[in-house]
């Protein structure tokens, strides 16, 4: 039989994406609540719902970074090249997307310089460009959380709908409910909570299968075993393009494009993408660069140590009874698809392997899923609402916002997902296909917080250019490539999705360079840092959202008064009436003194791309080494080691770096229980006061 026969009851499926769903619905409102009641942050004010107050400590910040960066197609794409290409296809899968999130520690320190109070990146291109660029960037802003949490959707629901027989259109409509309601409870800084708690679980999960596969699984056991299985699967199924068609080298051809189609297809999502630069505008100014940093290394071991663990089993495994389609391999429909994986599970565990790899895959969905909702959501209530309909609207009125732009773009999500299942459009074509349309507006939006000399002319050119060029070379080389036919099958192969690719990358980088440098700017960057700027801080977040209505006006009377740089008309928005707290900068955290922060992500972050893309795959690609049983051996040694460094910085950093918040809001709660919350309001009427005094 060819076709994958579900494993689990739909009973199962259901369960586990409404009843877990619920589940962190339920927990988000209580850290809600807890957050509220035992800190000085509170869910109520629009700077901590969409910012976390700035405040977010490096070790939870790189959680985040890896859950959010943890798509579906993180765990199920790094497979199926795995099943394609051996261990160079989840080398590629990790080497070329982990460049992005280092590369981002430099923009993240750019911000902190130039932009320390912005929310969104498009505040920015706003402030600097005026409105046309705004709504260029913003459409591609838009392009990129669309097509991202549609494809979280779709390759969820087809694992979900493979594993348990549950209909895909229920998967796709359900699966954003439980994350919605949770995300509209909590808001930023409670989802950075929630995907912790997702990354602790998805790594001891991970850490199962990898030790079920290398060291206790009789099927396989070991990797010497893995080893044989993997050479007898080379001499039956040959992979086309790799030395000598083993699976067992770096000498691949396609596993190598593909390397270059992630690199370009995943700078788009990450500098494109909301998410990530919210990461940056929540963390401390003089940590972001820490948290990037570990956050892409933290991150590199997902696809490379699960993939190297249970792509190569599916390989190893196709010819096993075990193997769900056993005697016949994947078919290209099921390789694209991202079932690789669960046929691994499958063959591995029976059903508690299914049941490991659902659990796993929904916590990387919905976290994901999470990170694009509230990405979406800042972009919509500060781009659009407030910029464009009610600039004076008060935090109120933000967080209402915020509150329903959550849940239209989960219908949107949704909506998309079910479109590409309509039309037969899976999850391995749109991940090829996005790096073409968004790939033009990367360097440009790089530039806009970089380079003082990149003109409006440039960064609108760059980017529209760019995406034409892209889709002009995509198309070009399917059709030359299969007889002037154009088609999904057609268009999803590796060396269409290439071209477009780096045509639309490079030409956008050529344009917006070209241009300036011909009629170069010189930008004031006072001007971005005046954006949302106040004349004072307040360093509570104790008071209501009423407290923050009254005063709203002083404040925004005040910012008029403080702000000494002339800023043209409408390019700056008024300062959120909500005050952030503890946002008095050190005087190491002043722009001029981050300019050691910024020297060491330079150095920090290339240095690492350098090791990952170019000294270790290169020299073993030309030399066109094939792994001896040591190497290999080695090479998975380095895996699990990594992975165990992985678990330590998303599990434990974060605890150890928030150990005083932790013994704060453990009294509080000793104090409520024994004093049955008596000295509550006490207690917050001190604080109030003293940060009234402070102010």
């Known amino acids: 039989m060819s076709e994958v026969t579900a494993i689990l009851p739909q009973a199962v499926g259901y369960g586990v994406v409404l009843g877990v769903g619920f589940f962190f619905a339920a927990f988000m409102a209580i850290l809600a609540q807890v957050q509220n009641r035992y800190t000085q942050y509170s869910t109520k004010t629009s700077e901590e719902f969409n910012t976390a107050s700035r405040s977010v400590k490096p070790g939870l910040i790189a959680s985040g970074i890896v859950s959010a960066w943890t798509w579906a197609a993180t765990l199920l794409q790094s497979c199926t090249v795995a099943y394609e290409y051996g261990v160079s296809g989840p080398f590629w899968y990790a080497s070329g997307a982990t460049v992005q999130i ?176 919210q990461r940056a505008i929540a963390s401390r100014p003089s940590t972001a660069v820490r948290a990037y940093l570990l956050g892409g290394l933290a991150w590199y071991a997902i696809p490379f140590a699960f993939a190297t663990t249970m792509g190569l089993a599916a390989v190893a495994l196709t010819g096993h009874p075990s193997f769900p389609t056993y005697p016949n391999p994947l078919t290209p429909s099921q390789i694209s698809a991202g079932l690789a994986a669960p046929t691994a599970a499958v063959a591995l565990l029976g059903k508690s392997g299914a049941a490991a790899l659902l659990i796993i895959l929904f916590m990387a969905v919905t976290s994901a899923a999470s990170s694009e909702m509230i990405a979406t959501s800042s972009i919509l209530t500060f781009d659009v609402y407030k910029l464009h309909f ?127 440098l011909w009629n170069p700017d010189d930008f004031d960057w006072e001007i971005t840092r005046a954006i949302n ?41 008024g300062a959120d009436n909500a005050p952030l707290p503890g946002l008095k900068f050190a005087k190491d955290e002043h722009p001029d003194m981050l300019k050691s922060a910024l020297k060491f992500a330079i150095i920090g972050s290339f240095s690492l791309v350098a090791v990952m893309d170019i000294i270790v795959p290169l020299p073993m690609f030309f030399s066109q080494y094939t792994f001896s049983v040591k190497f290999f051996t080695a090479w998975v040694v380095i895996g699990i080691i990594w992975t165990f460094c992985s678990a330590f910085i998303c599990i434990f950093l974060p605890l150890l770096e928030s150990r005083n918040a932790l013994f704060e809001v453990g009294s509080g709660l000793i104090r409520d229980i024994f004093t049955g919350g008596k000295d509550f309001h006490k207690r917050k009427a001190i604080a109030a006061s003293r940060s009234k005094e402070d102010a």
């Open 102 to 277: 280092l590369l981002f520690a430099i923009l993240g320190v750019k911000v902190k310089q130039n932009a320390p109070r912005c929310h969104t990146y498009l505040e920015i291109i706003y402030t600097r460009y005026g409105s046309t660029a705004h709504w260029v960037f913003m459409t591609f802003a838009f392009i990129t959380n669309i097509l991202v949490g549609s494809q979280l959707l779709l390759g969820g629901s087809a694992v979900v709908t493979a594993l348990t027989g549950m209909n895909v259109y229920a998967a796709v409509w359900l699966i954003p409910v439980g994350v919605t309601v949770y995300v509209v409870l909590g808001g930023l800084r409670a989802t950075f909570l929630c995907d912790y708690t997702h990354t602790f679980i998805l790594m001891i999960v991970m850490l199962y299968f990898i030790f079920e596969v290398y060291a206790s699984s009789p099927l396989i056991g070991s990797p010497r075993e893995m080893y044989n299985l993997l050479k007898t699967a080379a001499t039956q199924r040959p992979v086309v393009g790799n030395k000598d068609g083993s699976y067992m080298t770096l000498k691949s051809n396609y596993a190598l494009i593909f390397g270059v189609i992630q690199l370009c297809s995943g700078s788009g999502t990450v500098f494109l993408d909301q998410g990530y630069w």
């Open 390 to 516: 009610r600039p004076d609207a008060p935090p109120s009125s933000m967080i209402r916002v915020s509150h329903i732009m959550i849940v239209v773009f989960a219908f949107v999500m949704a909506i998309m997902a079910s479109v590409w299942q309509a039309v037969g459009i899976d999850l391995g074509w749109l991940f090829l296909f996005m790096g073409v349309v968004i790939g033009g507006a990367v360097v440009p939006v790089a530039l806009t917080i970089c380079w003082k000399k990149q003109t409006k002319v440039a960064a609108i050119t760059g980017a529209i250019v760019g995406c034409a060029a892209g889709l002009f070379a995509w198309l070009l080389t399917a059709a030359m490539t299969n007889g002037g036919v154009l088609s999904v099958a057609t268009t999803g192969q590796e060396y269409a999705s290439v071209a477009g690719c780096l045509a639309s990358i490079c030409v956008g980088a050529i344009c917006t360079v070209s241009i300036s």
């Open 533 to 573: 700027r106040a004349s004072q801080e307040n360093p509570s977040s104790l008071s209501s959202t009423n407290e923050e209505n009254e005063r709203g006006s002083e404040l925004q009377e005040k910012e008029k008064q403080a702000t000494n740089v002339q800023v043209r008309e409408a390019r700056t928005q």
